[in-house]
């Protein structure tokens, strides 16, 4: 049984950073590929970014470009979402999840953690 746990997330002001981090526990951790999604209040969950197994494939959705970067330490069982230039309409709480390919739809997602919340203050 796989188990994902994120932390890092808070209260930070707009044009901040935070450090956004995925640890796992269970499995093999090197053959999952690792996505960031997040859900604001009163929507559904939407993808941010997504990690290949090997690192070597990225895909992050429009708002996240340049402004965000997906990485993961295979050695450590963790992935990470450095998350700059934040902006009001970040505020959500961010989830990492698991699927066996690269994918931007939560149901392709087989585990996730609890997830961490963001709240991004003007």
């Known amino acids: 049984q796989v188990q994902l746990v994120e932390s890092g997330g808070g209260l930070v002001q707009a044009g901040g950073s935070l450090r956004l981090s995925c640890a796992a526990s269970g499995g093999t951790f090197s053959r999952y590929v690792i996505g960031w999604f997040r859900q604001a209040q009163g929507k559904e969950r939407e993808f941010v970014a997504v990690?290949?197994?090997?690192?070597?494939?990225?895909v992050y959705t429009a708002s996240a470009k340049g402004r965000f970067t997906i990485s993961r330490d295979n050695t450590k069982n963790s992935a990470f979402l450095q998350m700059n230039s934040l902006k009001l309409e970040d505020t959500a709480r961010y989830y990492c999840g698991i699927t066996s390919r690269i994918s931007t739809a939560p149901f392709d997602y087989t585990y996730w953690g609890p997830g961490t919340h963001v709240s991004v203050s003007s």
């Open positions: 990690i290949s197994a090997s690192g070597g494939d990225i």
